[in-house]
C-alpha cells in the first residue's frame, strides 16, 4: 500500500478501530447512556460490549509495527542495538505515561468523591492506592497487581495493564532476536511463545479463574504480540498482488467486525493478521475522507491513556444522551486533547529523547 506521509494508511485505519472500541466499551459501562432504542444504537452498543478486543488488536499491532520498524533501521534484525531500541521504547512511552499518572494523582488529591464521573473515571469507592499499586505502575508490573487484588481503581488505572504487559513484551523481545540469530529459529522461538499462551489459556479455564488473570496475564498476552512479530517477519514470504491483497483486506475486515459483533478470539487474530497482510500491498487508499480516521489510529497511545479524563470532563454533556450521540461527543473531545497533548508536549519529549540517547541522533548532532 502506498504510504500517506510514510505511514500506511491501512494499519492506522485498523489502529483507529482498536482505540474506538476500547472507548465505546467505557462509555458504555459508565451506564450513563439511554437506553438503545434502534437497531443501530443496538448494535453499537452489542459491539461496543466487546471492546477489550480492541487491546488484542493493539497488541499484534504492536508486535508487527514495532519488528518492521526496527528491520527498516537496522542492517540486520539479528544485531539490533539494544541501547537503541530501548531508548525508543522509553521515549515513545514514558513521556506521557508519566504525565499522565501526575494527572491522576493530582486529581485523586482534588476530585470530588460525591461525583458518579469521578468515582467511575478515577476512583472507585473500593479501591485502596496502596505502595504496591505504585510500584506495580512504575515497574511495569501492573496487570499482575490487579491480578492479585482483583480490584477496579478507575478507567484511568485500570488501561495501565496493557502498557505493563507490552513492555515486559519488549524488555525481552530484542534479547531474544539477538540470541535466536536466526529467522528460522526466531520462528521456532515466537511458535513457542505462542503455545505457551494458548496453553494457560486453556489452564486459566480449567480452573475457572478470575476475569483478569483470563485476560491480563502477561502470557495470554504474549502469544497475540508474537503473532504480530512472526507476521512482521516472514508476511514477504507470503502470497501477495493486488487480488489477494484487496481478498486479505475485505476477508480480513469482515473477521474483525464478525469478532466484535458475535464474538470469538480466532476470528478477531484471523481478521486481523490477514488485513495487516493486505494492507501492505493493497492499492492506496487515496480518498480524503479516510484520513480523518487514520488521524485516530496516529494518536492512538495518547486517546488511550487519556481517554478516561474526556469521559470525566464529558460525562455532565453526554450522561443521558442517546449512546451513539454520546460516543461521538466523547470521541472528538479525547481527539482533541490527545492531539493538543501530542503537539505540545508528546511528540517534542520523543524527538528530545531519540535526539539525546540513539546514535542517529549523536550523529545528527556531530554533522551539526
Request: aromatic share 14%; proline share 4%.
Amino acid at each position: 500500500m502506498r504510504r500517506d506521509d510514510g505511514r500506511n494508511i491501512g494499519i492506522d485505519l485498523l489502529r483507529a478501530v482498536a482505540i474506538l472500541s476500547v472507548v465505546a466499551l467505557h462509555w458504555v459501562n459508565s451506564n450513563w447512556a439511554a437506553r438503545p432504542a434502534s437497531l443501530l444504537s443496538d448494535t453499537f452498543a452489542r459491539m461496543a460490549g466487546h471492546g477489550t478486543y480492541g487491546v488484542t488488536l493493539f497488541f499484534v499491532l504492536s508486535g508487527f509495527l514495532i519488528t518492521r520498524m526496527t528491520m527498516a533501521r537496522e542492517p540486520d534484525l539479528f544485531r539490533l542495538s539494544l541501547r537503541d531500541f530501548y531508548v525508543r521504547r522509553i521515549a515513545r512511552i514514558q513521556p506521557l505515561f508519566v504525565l499522565v499518572v501526575l494527572w491522576g494523582a493530582l486529581v485523586l488529591l482534588w476530585g470530588d468523591m460525591g461525583s458518579a464521573a469521578f468515582r467511575f473515571c478515577f476512583r472507585d469507592p473500593h479501591a485502596v492506592f496502596t505502595p504496591d499499586f505504585w510500584i506495580s505502575l512504575f515497574t511495569f508490573t501492573f496487570n499482575w497487581d490487579r491480578i492479585l487484588h482483583g480490584n477496579f481503581w478507575g478507567v484511568h488505572w485500570d488501561v495501565m495493564w496493557s502498557l505493563a504487559v507490552e513492555e515486559q513484551f519488549y524488555l525481552g523481545f530484542p534479547l531474544l532476536v539477538i540470541w535466536a540469530g536466526t529467522e528460522r529459529r526466531l520462528g521456532w522461538s515466537l511458535g513457542a511463545v505462542i503455545a505457551v499462551g494458548i496453553a494457560v489459556r486453556i489452564l486459566v479455564d480449567a480452573l475457572g479463574m478470575s476475569f483478569f488473570a483470563k485476560v491480563t496475564n502477561s502470557f495470554v498476552c504474549f502469544d497475540t504480540l508474537a503473532m504480530g512479530v512472526l507476521l512482521a517477519v516472514f508476511g514477504d514470504r507470503l502470497p501477495r498482488g493486488r487480488g489477494i491483497s484487496l481478498t486479505c483486506v475485505a476477508v480480513g475486515s469482515f473477521g474483525v467486525f464478525w469478532a466484535f459483533y458475535k464474538g470469538g478470539f480466532v476470528w478477531l487474530i484471523l481478521g486481523a493478521c490477514l488485513f495487516l497482510h493486505g494492507a501492505r500491498y493493497a492499492p492506496p487508499l487515496t480518498n480524503p475522507a479516510w484520513k480523518p480516521l487514520a488521524r485516530i489510529g496516529q494518536l492512538s497511545y495518547g486517546i488511550y491513556l487519556l481517554h478516561a479524563t474526556a469521559l470525566y470532563l464529558a460525562a455532565p454533556v453526554i450522561a443521558g444522551m442517546n449512546v451513539l450521540a454520546g460516543f461521538a461527543v466523547l470521541a472528538v473531545l479525547v481527539l482533541m486533547i490527545a492531539e493538543a497533548v501530542y503537539r505540545l508536549y508528546e511528540a517534542p519529549m520523543n524527538a528530545w529523547i531519540r535526539a539525546s540517547w540513539t546514535r542517529e541522533g549523536a550523529l545528527a548532532s556531530a554533522r551539526a
